[in-house]
């Protein structure tokens, strides 16, 4: 009966010795555990997992035992209360932890392997290195003299920084020859902190620095090539500072060199780009033509002479390769002319013939020869001030940018004709090249001289000739230098030189400087924001020579500037370089309303548009 109930209420009870069943009654008297229980009939070789100690399943005696078989008994539950598993299962599940423990460690081991090749790299391969010192000032003493002010950008030492290259007059005392000219200093910065990289000592003042790969090749060596203001001309390792050749002044006879050096294609055919000088006479205004190759500095034949009356300013030389692949010379005193490559090469090796590549000619440009020189082609000639070469869009050739006493012309490569006409007076600086408006052909940010310590600033579209944007500010700087630089939206940002401005007057754009006029400030406008400019720096010294560059890994753009103090009598003018980050400058300057526009511009969303400019190298060259 107790048995029975025991069932019935599905009490745990004691396992009766007779029947195999548990009994409530008697669980009291027990003093075993259910733990103790199991364990004890597992030792005894009682039923283990339903099976009896031979592997055979018990036969039921009666109906209860059939009815106790479907049941589970103690020996099957563990003491948490689930049930046990077969002896297979536990093989597999003890199998399947051994896998899954190869299989962690295989991943833990790895993972640590692949962290300490991520720390080895990290320290061991070098990164390439970051231009933290975004702005940096380096004095270099005092400068004895010189009126010309050379500056160049190149990487000489491999860092991917764009390093400084200038060049100035130490003393009048210098060793020269003679005794009677200046020695000069030409001195490397490096772009990172201003320190210096090297120096060597020139016999003369520098006019021109000019760097380049004059051999082809991704293993070209950078060369600079340094054209003195009387005969020397000098290429020098970029690297080392030290000087490959020089140009023997004797191959100059009488004559001075008349401008920078320009560079050639390969004419000696020795794998090596060559050079071309222009010679004035002392005495009378013959200009000579020199041949020089790039690899030794030695002449490539004579000199070949042209006797041409002088008036007003030299231009040139200017190397000029057309469509077809012609190449000319272009030079002139207040006027335009052009040369043949080729008729100069023939006359300096005396032969007749000259290379393949130098027989190609230009249809529309040797329409233009004149009648009594024959080999002179006539481009322009009307008061000439200066001559720039500019991209010509979707075209491998370039128009060119003159800019006279009148106004300025735009001129086709192709053909020599006018493309637009602009006429203005008091414009002396050079344009400078841009992308303003949004048709993708280069526009020009001009200075004009405008009234007693006054300049006018203005954007020439580079497609109709038209001043899409203008501004007076105040200026007692003469030909203060201006630059651009292109964004990755081909976009430009044009920087420029001013007085302090202040708002401008409701009925009027003239613009009074809030500021002595000894400061001068950094302005930079952006044609996205043509009503604003940014302050970006301030200087006290006159700013004689500027240069932008590009840093291509973070895509930030730099301005470098050469700056001299003022001099008083027996203290020569302190010379400054200064380097300037665009994107660090951005963010920290200050905005100058130049008028009231609607909607008007906030300082966050200015900062948010700045925040995302990119720099990159410009597609075109001037």
């Not at 400068?143 to 030492?157: W, Y």
């Not at 940010?445 to 109709?464: A, E, F, H, N, T």
């Amino acid at each position: 009966m107790a048995t029975v109930l025991s069932r019935a209420l599905k009490l745990p009870g004691k396992k009766s010795p007779d029947l195999g069943e548990y009994d409530p009654l008697t669980q009291a008297d027990s003093d075993e555990s259910e733990d103790d229980l199991v364990l004890n009939l597992q030792k005894n070789g009682g039923v283990k997992n339903g099976k009896s100690p031979l592997g055979e399943a018990p036969e039921p005696d009666s109906d209860a035992e059939v009815a106790e078989a479907a049941k589970p008994h103690l020996s099957e539950v563990t003491t948490e209360g689930y049930p046990s598993e077969p002896l297979g299962g536990l093989e597999q599940k003890a199998a399947s932890s051994l896998v899954s423990y190869v299989r962690t460690s295989v991943f833990l081991l790895t993972l640590g392997i692949s962290m300490i090749l991520v720390l080895l790299c990290a320290f061991l391969i070098p990164c390439p290195p970051r231009d933290l010192h975004s702005t940096w000032s380096r004095h270099l003493g005092s400068q004895g003299g010189g009126d010309l002010s050379p500056l160049e950008l190149a990487d000489v030492n491999g860092d991917g920084l764009r390093d400084v290259l200038l060049s100035f007059v130490m003393s009048r005392n210098g060793s020269a020859v003679g005794g009677s000219r200046p020695a000069a200093n030409l001195v490397c910065l490096s772009g990172m902190n201003g320190s210096t990289l090297w120096s060597s000592l020139l016999p003369e003042e520098a006019r021109d620095i000019t760097c380049l790969e004059l051999m082809p090749g991704s293993l070209a060596e950078t060369i600079c090539l340094v054209t003195g203001t009387h005969k020397m001309l000098s290429a020098f390792n970029a690297t080392s500072g030290k000087a490959i050749w020089t140009l023997n002044p004797n191959y100059l006879s009488n004559g001075t060199l008349a401008a920078p050096v320009a560079v050639l294609p390969d004419l000696d055919e020795d794998g090596v780009r060559d050079l071309v000088v222009l010679a004035i006479g002392e005495l009378q205004p013959d200009l000579c033509f020199l041949l020089v190759s790039g690899r030794t500095g030695s002449p490539v034949g004579r000199p070949v002479k042209y006797n041409i009356v002088g008036v007003r300013n030299l231009i040139g030389p200017q190397v000029y390769i057309t469509t077809n692949g012609a190449v000319y010379i272009l030079f002139g005193f207040g006027n335009i002319q052009a040369v043949a490559l080729r008729d100069i090469f023939v006359q300096a090796q005396n032969r007749d013939s000259s290379p393949p590549s130098l027989q190609i000619e230009e249809p529309e440009w040797e329409k233009r020869r004149s009648i009594n020189l024959s080999e002179l082609i006539d481009v322009y000639s009307d008061g000439v001030e200066l001559l720039q070469m500019v991209k010509a869009p979707d075209s491998n050739c370039s128009n060119l940018l003159i800019t006279t006493r009148q106004g300025l012309v735009l001129l086709r490569g192709q053909n020599l004709t006018p493309y637009w006409t602009l006429r203005l007076q008091g414009l002396r600086s050079p344009p400078t090249p841009g992308y303003f408006t949004d048709d993708q052909t280069l526009d020009f940010l001009l200075q004009i001289q405008d009234g007693v310590g006054m300049k006018k600033m203005m954007v020439v579209d580079g497609d109709s000739g038209s001043v899409v944007w203008s501004y007076r500010a105040p200026c007692h700087m003469k030909e203060t230098p201006a630059t651009s630089a292109v964004t990755s939206d081909r976009k430009s940002v044009f920087l420029f030189w001013a007085e302090g401005l202040s708002a401008a007057s409701p009925n009027s754009d003239i613009i009074l400087g809030t500021e002595p006029p000894s400061l001068h400030h950094l302005y930079l406008l952006h044609p996205a924001f043509p009503s604003i400019l940014l302050d970006l720096a301030n200087t006290t010294g006159t700013v004689t020579a500027s240069e932008v560059g590009i840093n291509d890994l973070w895509k930030d753009a730099f301005y470098v500037t050469r700056t001299t103090g003022p001099s008083s009598e027996g203290h020569p003018a302190a010379l400054v370089v200064s380097k300037l980050s665009l994107r660090w400058a951005l963010m920290e300057g200050q905005m100058a309303q130049l008028q009231e526009s609607t909607p008007k511009i906030g300082r966050g969303e200015l900062r948010r548009f700045l925040s995302r400019i990119k720099f990159v190298e410009a597609p075109y060259e001037i």
